[in-house]
């Protein structure tokens, strides 16, 4: 299963991952990430409208101050950019290549969930489209809670476009709103979140990329993570 632990062990037979049905997170092409992303792509993975359905929710949003773009690459779609944007992906040559980010960061969240900052030292994050290729999401959805502040939004946007060797075959298995429950569940099986919203962001029936978001508020966590992981 491509989400095993180096040391053997199953993140999947813990209690966060229940219900969910078995090799949901496996994926066609289990072969390391490193690999696949070793030479840069500088294209875009949606289309120019479903594009500007980012920029202008990051902007409906207020998103602003010190940003986390996750799993990003050499674009980042805000309309307004943030004083302060870290780019963490795969590849060296694309998030040096993003004109956006002050900064960034080369990591594998499928290797290593941990997210490489302090505790509170985001005001918002943002993942898009690619959450379809997370095969430890709720450790990751969970890591971004400890990093981004009381109060501070997480954005997942997404399409029906992926690479389907790499994305896991629950959500090639799944349509657009399940697509939608999906995320949605990961928020309620992490955080704290709240105040969740769920939205198509491009117009029913025309032709074109949809674009829909999930997106919730970190709230305070209120009791310990050992009574989290009962």
Same mark, same amino acid.
């Given at each position: 299963?491509?989400?095993?632990?180096?040391?053997?062990?199953?993140?999947?037979?813990?209690?966060?991952?229940?219900?969910? &049905?078995?090799?949901?997170?496996?994926?066609?092409?289990?072969?390391?990430?490193?690999? $696949?992303?070793? +030479?840069? !792509?500088?294209?875009? #993975?949606?289309?120019?409208?479903?594009? !500007?359905?980012?920029?202008?929710?990051?902007?409906? %949003?207020?998103? /602003? /101050?010190?940003?986390?773009?996750?799993?990003?690459?050499?674009?980042?779609? $805000?309309?307004?950019? &943030?004083?302060? %944007?870290?780019? %963490?992906?795969?590849?060296?040559?694309?998030?040096?290549?993003?004109?956006?980010?002050?900064?960034? =960061?080369?990591?594998?969240?499928?290797?290593? &969930?941990?997210?490489?900052?302090?505790?509170?030292?985001?005001?918002?994050?943002?993942? =898009?489209?690619?959450?379809?290729?997370?095969?430890?999401?709720?450790?990751? $959805?969970?890591?971004? #809670?400890?990093?981004?502040?009381?109060?501070?939004?997480?954005?997942?946007? $997404?399409?029906?476009? =992926?690479? &389907?060797?790499?994305?896991? !075959? /629950?959500?090639? +298995?799944?349509?657009? +709103?399940? #697509?939608?429950?999906?995320?949605?569940?990961?928020?309620? !099986?992490?955080?704290?979140?709240?105040?969740?919203?769920? +939205?198509?962001?491009?117009?029913?029936?025309?032709?074109?990329?949809?674009?829909?978001?999930?997106?919730?508020?970190?709230? =305070?966590?209120?009791?310990?993570?050992?009574?989290?992981?009962?």
């Amino acid at each position: 299963m491509s989400g095993v632990h180096e040391d053997g062990e199953d993140p999947y037979s813990h209690k966060r991952y229940e219900g969910f &049905p078995s090799g949901f997170f496996d994926r066609v092409d289990s072969s390391a990430d490193d690999n $696949f992303y070793a +030479q840069p !792509r500088m294209v875009t #993975h949606i289309d120019d409208r479903a594009i !500007r359905a980012v920029g202008d929710l990051y902007a409906e %949003l207020k998103i /602003g /101050g010190r940003v986390l773009d996750l799993m990003s690459s050499w674009v980042s779609h $805000f309309v307004d950019v &943030p004083e302060d %944007l870290v780019v %963490l992906g795969m590849n060296s040559d694309e998030l040096a290549s993003n004109p956006q980010a002050s900064s960034w =960061c080369r990591h594998d969240l499928n290797v290593d &969930p941990t997210i490489p900052f302090s505790d509170d030292c985001f005001d918002a994050v943002v993942c =898009c489209v690619s959450i379809d290729y997370l095969v430890r999401p709720l450790e990751v $959805f969970s890591d971004v #809670h400890r990093v981004v502040r009381t109060g501070g939004v997480f954005v997942n946007s $997404f399409s029906n476009r =992926c690479f &389907p060797t790499k994305a896991i !075959r /629950g959500w090639g +298995q799944t349509d657009d +709103q399940g #697509h939608v429950a999906v995320v949605g569940e990961y928020y309620r !099986r992490t955080g704290p979140w709240v105040d969740l919203e769920a +939205q198509l962001r491009t117009p029913v029936g025309e032709p074109g990329d949809p674009l829909y978001a999930v997106w919730g508020y970190g709230a =305070c966590l209120l009791y310990t993570s050992d009574a989290a992981d009962e």
